[in-house]
């Protein structure tokens, strides 16, 4: 093994094979993985879907700071996104009629992407300090068809 790290050496300046070399290659390698995962995750990138009647996000997690939620519709009617602050679990906010009142007890509208149509897609870019959420569409009898999911930020 040294032997053949040896002549890999005398053959080449790359010293990369060589066994004294290798814990000192792999460690680095390890840290750019780590350093290059934690900027990946830094960018707070989250794509969401709308559709009749389902709100889809991925990841459903962010770290505080700035996020940036690019949406697009893929229903076949109208809808908005809300970023709601709530310990209310999802799905569970209370309605007045067909969908809550803003504001309502318990929660905060951070800001919304207010209805846009089929086939579009939109960006927001929010400051969100952490806590849990909910994103939902509340126009009229949405919200309790199903367009909401839980979101949290760390
Ligand atoms: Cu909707």
């Not at 830094?42 to 794509?47: K, Q, Y």
């Not at 959420?133 to 309790?144: D, E, R, S």
């Amino acid at each position: 093994m040294i032997r053949a790290c040896g002549v890999i050496a005398i053959l080449s300046t790359v010293t990369m094979g060589c066994a004294a070399d290798a814990p000192d290659a792999a460690g680095s390698a390890a840290a750019e993985a780590a350093a290059g995962g934690s900027t990946a995750n830094d960018g707070n990138f989250i794509s969401g879907t709308l559709q009749e009647w389902k709100v889809s996000v991925s990841p459903n997690t962010a770290t505080a700071g700035e996020v940036k939620f690019t949406v697009s519709n893929n229903g076949t009617i109208g809808h908005e996104f809300l970023v709601v602050k709530t310990d209310i679990l999802d799905g569970k906010i209370t309605l007045d009629g067909d969908h809550f009142a803003e504001p309502s007890p318990g929660l905060e509208v951070i800001d919304e992407i207010g209805e846009f149509k089929p086939g579009t897609t939109e960006l927001l870019v929010l400051n969100l300090k952490p806590g849990n959420y909910q994103l939902v569409c509340n126009l009229p009898g949405h919200y309790a068809a199903g367009m909401h999911t839980s979101f949290v930020v760390s």
